[in-house]
């Protein structure tokens, strides 16, 4: 994304302050702190704090929102759980290995958080901040400044149609923002601290709108039955998408943080569900590769993460590639029998092999074709 000048950033347009009369009657130091009443502008703002609703203990949007604020510090956006979990399992049991891992986590992999700040006056800092419009609040986060900003490498890149021979997301050609799908509710979590984010109660699913899909009067109602808590929707109206391998991280000479990964690969895969439960009972589900590595953390320690093999690195998907008719729902046998589709031990890389042997698929598994 593009950064903003340093001016953009920064410009308070004065007449927000009449066109949003809630916020707009609050004093900058209600919520920033300084002292207004002190003429040295240096002195004056000593203490100024830069996002008031980040960490969570000082909410400022608390005042007004209370019922939102209550949930706001196990909302996912603002404690990326989920990162937290995975490499917890993927570390050693050494407290002392596991006090680096967070250190470097905190330094790397925990800088992307957002907050309330961050999504309804401005962009992420994570992706350098700077005020979405001169410090006025939108009730509705613009899809474009904020959403792909940290979302951009593959979410934006798949629902736009900017990966080379992959049109747009069905639902973009709808002119669908992210917030049809994805509710406030979501975004800012109920209470839960959830491990995952397939675990969220708001998330959104395909049957929200496509509540009539198994009914006789529904297009294909016999395919989508016969299909039926079997294989995810992805698994038929997915095209290809970007996969991601091997991230590392470190430090450069001027102790700069950095990562690196190696070049994305577009695909599509089909696996077992590596998180099979009541809420998501299908068997099959499309599966893609994120960026981990074995050495992730080694520029501090070696064997950081020993205990790699206990989580896969081809995860569930529900890729934003979503198209009406694909390759693999053209025909039964362009799916049945096509050991192409299908995660294999031939497509995972030797050293990862370990990790995903619970999301392989073996060719005794693999639907064979029609009339076989």
């Not at 207004?36 to 969570?56: K, L, Q």
């Not at 998180?275 to 520029?299: A, C, K, T």
């Not at 995860?315 to 050991?339: F, L, V, Y």
């Amino acid at each position: 994304m593009e950064p903003l000048a340093p001016h953009e950033k920064i410009f308070v347009n004065k007449s927000w302050l009449e066109s949003d009369p809630i916020h707009g009657s609050m004093a900058c130091e209600d919520c920033h702190g300084g002292d207004p009443s002190d003429p040295d502008w240096r002195t004056a703002h000593e203490g100024v704090i830069r996002d008031p609703s980040y960490p969570a203990e000082s909410n400022a949007c608390a005042m007004c929102h209370p019922d939102t604020a209550a949930t706001y510090a196990t909302s996912l956006h603002y404690s990326l759980q989920p990162y937290k979990r995975a490499i917890g399992l993927r570390s050693t049991n050494s407290p002392d290995v596991v006090t680096k891992v967070e250190a470097a986590m905190d330094t790397h992999c925990l800088t992307c958080h957002s907050s309330c700040g961050q999504c309804h006056v401005a962009r992420p800092q994570g992706v350098g901040g700077g005020l979405l419009a001169a410090h006025s609040f939108k009730k509705k986060p613009p899809m474009n400044q904020v959403c792909v900003s940290c979302h951009g490498s593959r979410i934006d890149r798949e629902y736009f149609g900017k990966n080379e021979g992959v049109p747009p997301d069905v639902h973009r050609t709808k002119y669908f923002d992210c917030m049809k799908c994805h509710s406030g509710a979501e975004m800012h979590g109920d209470g839960t601290a959830y491990d995952h984010r397939y675990d969220v109660a708001a998330a959104p699913s395909c049957v929200d709108c496509h509540e009539n899909i198994y009914a006789d009067t529904a297009a294909n109602p016999l395919q989508h039955n016969i299909h039926r808590d079997a294989l995810s929707c992805q698994v038929c109206h997915a095209a290809p998408y970007k996969n991601c391998y091997s991230c590392h991280v470190g430090k450069d000479i001027e102790g700069l943080a950095y990562f690196k990964t190696e070049p994305s690969e577009m695909g599509f895969k089909i696996g077992l569900n590596p998180l099979r439960s009541e809420r998501h009972p299908e068997r099959f589900v499309v599966v893609r590769h994120i960026p981990v590595d074995q050495g992730l953390f080694s520029y501090y320690l070696d064997d950081a993460l020993g205990n790699f093999d206990s989580v896969p690195t081809w995860k569930m998907a529900t890729p934003h590639t979503i198209q009406r008719r694909t390759p693999q729902n053209e025909s039964c046998d362009n799916c049945h029998g096509n050991r192409e589709l299908f995660l294999q031990e031939s497509d995972v890389r030797r050293k990862y092999r370990a990790a995903n042997r619970d999301v392989l698929v073996p060719d005794g598994m693999i639907p064979p074709k029609m009339g076989q």
